[in-house]
């Protein structure tokens, strides 16, 4: 009885503890993207086009294929993807956990195994790369004018996040779980509760000097600076 007692008081110790921390997590993720980075960014000669975008869950950063700066086909292969379509003008980069991404077509196939390990940084990360023709925009892909200056600090937040291989190029991942236009590669870095995919795209907006949150683990923590 003695240790059933002890046993619960350790149980309700943990259970109470975990609801404190999520209280604070929570609390400090609509706090902290709340507070705007950048306010006045980016004074010089808006040259380059980029754009944000989400899909309600997830921040993409969208930057042209080529332009004076940079060629990213050089590096992002149209061929890794299943239309090859040499049509396209933009090209977007969204970061997040590997397991995620090639694992997890629908929410409706999420593991327990997935979310725990990318929740804690277990699993590896990977870069999503799609392929666009036409940007439209509205409410949920906004466009930013950078200057030229910032655009190269922008391009050398993206390179750094990838894996590369010993010819110093991207590491394309195979996957079929994703769209007509999609291609995946390595990624450095680890997903976490801190550091999630909507993070790794504020971090890019702050690498480049524009506008975005203190912190942020949401898109809405992005797109509220925007909209």
Same mark, same amino acid.
């Given at each position: $009885?003695? %240790?059933?007692?002890?046993?619960?008081?350790?149980?309700?110790?943990?259970? &109470?503890?975990?609801?404190?921390?999520?209280?604070?997590?929570?609390?400090?993720? !609509?706090?902290?993207?709340?507070?705007?980075?950048?306010?006045?960014?980016?004074?010089?000669?808006?040259?380059?086009?980029?754009?944000?975008?989400?899909?309600?869950?997830?921040?993409?950063?969208?930057?042209?294929?080529?332009?004076?700066?940079?060629?990213?086909?050089?590096?992002?292969?149209?061929?890794?993807?299943?239309?090859?379509?040499?049509?396209?003008?933009?090209?977007?980069?969204?970061?997040?956990?590997?397991? !995620?991404?090639?694992?997890?077509?629908?929410? @409706?196939? &999420?593991? !327990?195994?997935? @979310?725990?390990?990318?929740?804690?940084?277990?699993?590896?990360?990977? $870069?999503?790369? *799609?392929?666009?023709?036409?940007?439209?925009?509205?409410?949920?892909?906004?466009?930013?004018?950078?200057?030229?200056?910032?655009?190269?600090? &922008?391009?050398?937040?993206?390179?750094?996040?990838?894996?590369?291989?010993?010819?110093?190029?991207?590491?394309?991942?195979?996957?079929? %779980?994703?769209?007509?236009?999609?291609?995946?590669?390595?990624?450095?870095?680890?997903?976490?509760?801190?550091? *999630?995919?909507?993070?790794?795209?504020?971090?890019?907006?702050?690498?480049?000097?524009?506008?975005?949150?203190?912190?942020?683990? *949401?898109?809405?923590?992005?797109?509220?600076?925007?909209?």
């Amino acid at each position: $009885m003695k %240790t059933l007692k002890q046993s619960l008081k350790i149980a309700k110790r943990i259970s &109470l503890g975990i609801v404190l921390f999520l209280v604070v997590y929570f609390l400090a993720a !609509f706090t902290l993207s709340k507070i705007t980075v950048n306010t006045d960014a980016d004074k010089q000669e808006k040259e380059v086009a980029i754009y944000i975008k989400t899909n309600g869950v997830h921040t993409d950063i969208i930057v042209p294929i080529k332009n004076d700066i940079k060629d990213w086909s050089q590096e992002i292969n149209v061929a890794n993807t299943k239309t090859n379509d040499t049509a396209a003008h933009y090209l977007a980069f969204g970061w997040g956990d590997k397991g !995620f991404y090639l694992d997890t077509p629908t929410w @409706a196939d &999420l593991k !327990f195994s997935t @979310a725990f390990n990318a929740a804690f940084g277990l699993g590896n990360s990977a $870069m999503h790369t *799609t392929f666009y023709k036409a940007i439209a925009e509205n409410n949920d892909c906004i466009k930013i004018k950078v200057s030229g200056e910032n655009y190269q600090k &922008l391009v050398t937040y993206i390179e750094d996040s990838f894996r590369l291989d010993e010819t110093h190029n991207p590491m394309f991942i195979h996957a079929t %779980t994703y769209g007509k236009n999609d291609s995946f590669y390595e990624a450095n870095g680890k997903y976490n509760l801190f550091h *999630t995919c909507n993070s790794w795209a504020n971090g890019a907006l702050k690498s480049a000097n524009q506008k975005a949150a203190f912190w942020t683990v *949401t898109d809405t923590g992005i797109f509220c600076h925007y909209r």
